[in-house]
């Protein structure tokens, strides 16, 4: 069993930034890839980013390449996401996610995600 706890979120304006950390409790963080989604209102959960077990590997959705970046510090339990140029189409529930243990790589499907944080909301206005 693993816990996730997103920190707090928060309102930002377009083009600032805002790093979000989620931080893993429970069995060895070593054997969980990691994810971030999020959820706009009226809106499908959508892959955000995801960062392999060693943190050797990450993936970004199209709309959030080069503006944000995802690592993980693994003395820490903790994963991060760095979110630069924000746009108020940023704006949603920000979820944490950690694999099925064991798998190598990066995985963008939700259904490959065992454990899940309580969400954080990140509004960004224009």
């Known amino acids: 069993q693993v816990q996730l706890v997103e920190s707090e979120g928060g309102l930002v304006q377009t083009g600032g930034s805002l790093m979000l950390s989620c931080a893993a409790s429970g069995r060895s963080f070593t054997n969980y890839g990691m994810g971030w989604f999020r959820q706009a209102p009226g809106k499908e959960r959508e892959f955000v980013a995801a960062?392999?077990?060693?943190?050797?590997?990450?993936d970004y959705t199209d709309s959030v390449k080069g503006r944000f970046t995802i690592s993980r510090d693994n003395a820490k339990n903790t994963v991060y996401l760095q979110m630069n140029s924000l746009k108020p189409e940023d704006t949603a529930v920000y979820y944490c996610a950690a694999r099925v243990p064991y798998y190598s790589g990066t995985s963008y499907y939700s259904n490959d995600y065992k454990y899940w944080g309580q969400g954080t909301q990140v509004t960004v206005s224009s």
């Open positions: 960062i392999s077990r060693s943190g050797g590997s990450t």
